[in-house]
């Protein structure tokens, strides 16, 4: 004779588990848990490149409002050559022109084969300050 212990048999105790989980997840839905849940994973986080190109707009942009304070080309093309917007190489990577007294214009973001001389010396050997890297006179 087989004698049986006290308690509950395995398979009940495994739908009361299932039971409490569906429970717990329908209380969830029905108070708004779940959505706020859902929402905080699909947050997208700006990407580098994101940054970089917002960044480079404000240096961009900066540089553009100094320029447009001068009306001598030269001084203008040093401003931007000494600018941040050179200095950080948003000027190889970031396309963007900008307009010189004279009716020039300042196309940058061409590559790091480009390059503004305004040192007389090779753009090979470009320095902030002596060249703009990217840009090309038009």
Known sequence: MVKRTQG?????IILAIIAIVVLVFLILIFTGGIGKFVSQTNQITPSSNQTINAQCSQYAAAIANQIGTSTNPSVQ???LAN????SSNCSIY???SFSLYNGSEVICGLGQNQCIDLSGSNCSSCQPGSCIPGCQLK
């Open 8 to 12: 509950l048999p395995i398979n009940t």
């Open 94 to 96: 970031f396309q963007y």
């Open 83 to 86: 600018s941040q917007y050179v």
């Open 77 to 79: 093309l040093q401003m």
